[in-house]
């Protein structure tokens, strides 16, 4: 149990540091990457609202009609 812990630990440090490494935030002081990742939650979050009361919700409606309503 000890060793699938460590290895997941591992793991997520393994891709955190990927993703320092590829958003270049390992240069930035710790106040800066804090705004960054809020800023990153924010834009994930708006996205995510934007997909599911948006996008989905017409998806929906436009399978509920009928062919009739779209031509009228």
Do not use: C, Q
Request: aromatic share 16%.
């Amino acid at each position: 149990m000890v060793n699938v812990v460590r290895k997941a630990k591992e793991f997520i440090s393994y891709w955190y540091l990927r993703y320092l490494l590829a958003t270049e935030l390992y240069i930035v002081e710790p106040w800066e990457k804090v705004v960054i990742h809020l800023l990153y939650a924010i834009i994930f979050g708006l996205l995510w609202y934007f997909n599911t009361a948006i996008v989905l919700d017409g998806l929906a409606r436009l399978r509920n009609t009928s062919n009739l309503e779209l031509i009228n």
